[in-house]
T-cell receptor
Framework: DTEVTQTPKHLVMGMTNKKSLKCEQH?????MYWYKQKAKKPPELMFV???????INESVPSRFSPECPNSSLLNLHLHALQPEDSALYLC??????????????FGPGTRLTVT | QKEVEQNSGPLSVPEGAIASLNCTYS??????FFWYRQYSGKSPELIMS????GDKEDGRFTAQLNKASQYVSLLIRDSQPSDSATYLC??????????FGTGTKLQVIP
């Protein structure tokens, strides 16, 4: 089973709202990722968790707050977003490798629109 | 300077032909290389991974890696209209950090 699930599929939020994106995998992977993808652009790495600890933060604004409650779950908490944050938010997971990385498997994404 | 470069295309090939997609990368210490396929509005789907120099074949797909030339390619044999998508090259240099190329749009003409 190589399935990563994400909820919700679509989200529309105002600039003053607080919302959360959720991601779940049951492949036993110990690395989980958040990416942001704008139209016609490649995915941009936001955060990486390894063994439930934040290992990479790509200088993401503090209005995005990640959380990894356990080895299967990954959340992205959103607060005071800007219209330019509208994008497809992708979650991925992989095994952990000491250098480089193993294959990442992506969820279907959450299409976020900030109004 | 871009870290992972791909020709944006579109690359148009007739059905049944071989499609050749290319990618170069700048970090000589890169260790993991991947090809993803992404249909419009969908998430990336892993096609191939390759970690050492040479060729790796999986069905109609062959990935080729040349670390000395910092070059990785994907060949798709017997191209089908369903192969029409954007193909993303992804490279890992440091720990767990994957960098994607801008993608090549492939169009397979029936």
């Amino acid at each position: 089973d190589t399935e990563v699930t994400q909820t919700p599929k679509h989200l529309v939020m105002g600039m003053t709202n607080k919302k959360s994106l959720k991601c779940e995998q049951h492949m036993g992977h110990r690395a989980m990722y958040w990416y942001k993808q704008k139209a016609k652009k490649p995915p941009e790495l936001m955060f990486v968790y390894s063994y439930e600890k934040l290992s990479i933060n790509e200088s993401v604004p503090s209005r995005f707050s990640p959380e990894c409650p356990n080895s299967s779950l990954l959340n992205l908490h959103l607060h005071a977003l800007q219209p330019e944050d509208s994008a497809l938010y992708l979650c991925a997971s992989s095994q952990v490798r000491t250098s480089g990385s193993y294959e990442q498997y992506f969820g279907p994404g959450t299409r976020l629109t900030v109004t | 300077q871009k870290e992972v470069e791909q020709n944006s295309g579109p690359l148009s090939v007739p059905e049944g032909a071989i499609a050749s997609l290319n990618c170069t990368y700048s970090d000589r210490g890169s260790q993991s290389f991947f090809w993803y396929r992404q249909y419009s509005g969908k998430s990336p789907e892993l096609i191939m991974s390759i970690y050492s120099n040479g060729d790796k074949e999986d069905g109609r797909f062959t990935a080729q890696l040349n670390k000395a030339s910092q070059y990785v390619s994907l060949l798709i044999r017997d191209s089908q209209p369903s192969d029409s998508a954007t193909y993303l090259c992804a490279v890992t240099g440091g720990y767990q950090k994957v960098t994607f190329g801008t993608g090549t749009k492939l169009q397979v003409i029936p």
